[in-house]
């Protein structure tokens, strides 16, 4: 399994015509020791500015009130400042009727949802909502894809779309926006690895990237109550392994390949590098 990169690099958007010129580097966020072994396998940021992230290993971690660490899935939550936020980090999830100690399989990434409150999936297949003002758990499933789910993708209205990291024979299964199961709307019959999974905000269109095989699938349904069919592909040579709509607009943010999985070589493509694709020009734009 591949990682994410060790450190996240904060960057700023000025203003600037010419292409891919306007980035400035800032450094590394909260500051240059946060790092660890594992990597990074989540990032998400809430309403209220704060910056959720989650190494993909448990660590040893002292709880407070204990004299003894124990081996820990965290969450770290910071403040847009890098401070971290009172409740940070989160190694306990405690909601209406479950209080889990994050111990045992691996964290598999976090996104916010349609209200802002962080959505969290681990490699033993459950989901997590958290609240984002407070720490505390608000809801829990368990997702029974077969392996490990993808980062989830959420609508508008608040439906969930979680993939599978492993493709062949495992569905992409849709949850409604109070975690109750409603269906699997695709499975795949073809072999591939995955780490996250887009939504249109309607919740009609997926993309889903297949970064083995180096392509992002679309696949679009008329209405809630019809099925999804593959209409195409974007960024054919892309290795995608984490993928975002741009708040308010067509545009996708999709991440091209890393120094482990890289890009198809005759593709446009670069290494650790993130494109913003238009989708209504089927250009990328930044």
Not at 122 to 144: A, C, D, H, P, S
Not at 172 to 198: A, H, L, M, P
Request: net charge negative.
């Amino acid at each position: 399994m591949k990682h994410f990169l060790l450190f996240i690099a904060i960057i700023i958007l000025s203003v600037s015509n010419t292409f891919a010129q306007g980035w400035t580097y800032q450094g590394n966020f909260p500051n240059d020791n946060f790092k660890g072994g594992s990597g990074l396998h989540g990032l998400a940021v809430d309403p209220d500015g704060k910056v959720w992230v989650t190494k993909l290993s448990p660590e040893y971690f002292t709880p407070p009130g204990l004299t003894d660490s124990i081996l820990v899935r965290l969450i770290y939550v910071f403040n847009d400042d890098g401070i971290p936020a009172s409740f940070s980090p989160i190694w306990k999830i405690e909601g209406s009727g479950f209080s889990d100690t994050l111990i045992g399989s691996n964290s598999r990434g976090l996104r916010a949802d349609q209200n802002g409150n962080i959505l969290y999936v681990t490699g033993n297949q459950l989901m997590y909502r958290i609240n984002y003002q407070t720490g505390l758990g608000m809801n829990k499933v368990e997702l029974g894809l077969g392996t490990s789910p993808t980062a989830p993708a959420v609508s508008e209205d608040g439906k969930i779309f979680v993939g599978p990291v492993v493709n062949n024979g495992f569905p992409i299964k849709e949850f409604d926006s109070d975690f109750n199961y409603i269906s699997d709307v695709i499975t795949f019959d073809q072999s591939g690895f995955s780490r996250s999974v887009e939504v249109s905000m309607g919740g009609n269109t997926i993309y889903f990237p297949s970064y083995t095989r180096r392509l992002i699938i679309v696949y679009q349904r008329s209405d809630e109550f019809s099925a999804f069919d593959s209409v195409g592909t974007i960024m054919d040579g892309a290795a995608c392994e984490s993928i975002t709509f741009k708040r308010g607009t067509e545009k996708l943010w999709i991440s091209a390949g890393s120094f482990n999985d890289l890009p198809e070589p005759s593709s446009p493509y670069s290494p650790s590098t993130w494109y913003e694709y238009d989708l209504f020009s089927g250009l990328v734009t930044d």
